[in-house]
């Protein structure tokens, strides 16, 4: 098994990312958190490009939401020095829902808050967070949108956005949850924000930046 180097610290383009999320959808793997990423490699003289990586505590092999829709649809290492540095939303040096949120509102390395209609390629994501008195944090979700036919263009409102309108390719939970990729509407993204409606906690929309 060889490496390939994937050393482009841009992403690709929402069509390629698009692209690749519909390809693996419903072809196996499973969820696992704190796994996923973007690891191409050579077997035998074949290319091997999954999201499926290994976890370092219990050797799970999975991907979260994150290791699928930011990392290997849009071709991203998780471990980026220096990524977010200094921002919003609690992460640093590695890509998660987290400092995907905070880069998108501060630096815009990589990722921006959408502020025209959704397209397909558009990130779908909501932070891990913590509150007072509560042992356990809310983890957060990530998903990728890859159809916006269904969008209502006249009454779509940035402020309150039908999430439940766009089709989604989403990998989620609980652990060992398979297959691995699913295709869904964004309805979970939909009632998150109706049950968090605070700028800390709720979901926005996030695109990539060429």
């Known amino acids: 098994m060889e490496d390939i180097d994937v050393s482009d610290p841009r992403p690709a383009s929402a069509a390629e990312a698009v692209a690749r999320?519909?390809?693996?959808i419903g072809k196996g793997g499973q969820y696992a958190l704190a796994t996923g990423d973007y690891r191409p490699v050579t077997v035998g003289g074949h290319l091997v490009d999954l999201p499926w990586t290994?976890?370092?505590?219990?050797g799970l092999i999975g991907s979260d939401c994150a290791g699928f829709a930011i990392c290997w649809c849009y071709k991203l290492r998780r471990h980026r020095p220096g990524f977010n540095r200094g921002g919003d939303f609690d992460c640093e040096d590695d890509i998660n829902n987290n400092s995907v949120l905070g880069d998108a509102m501060g630096a815009m390395d990589c990722f921006q808050v959408v502020q025209d209609l959704p397209q397909p390629g558009d990130l779908l994501s909501y932070p891990t967070f913590r509150l007072a008195g509560v042992p356990q944090p809310f983890i957060g979700h990530v998903?990728?949108?890859?159809?916006?036919?269904?969008?209502?263009?006249?009454?779509?409102?940035?402020?309150?956005?039908?999430f439940d309108q766009l089709d989604v390719a989403q990998c989620h939970g609980p652990d060992k949850f398979t297959p691995g990729v699913v295709q869904t509407d964004g309805s979970i993204w939909l009632r998150h924000n109706h049950d968090w409606p605070k700028p800390q906690h709720r979901a926005y929309l996030i695109r990539a930046l060429p």
């Open 143 to 162: 998903g990728i949108c890859v159809g916006v036919d269904r969008v209502d263009i006249d009454a779509w409102d940035l402020n309150e956005p039908r």
């Open 21 to 24: 999320a519909l390809s693996i």
């Open 54 to 58: 290994a976890r370092e505590k219990d």
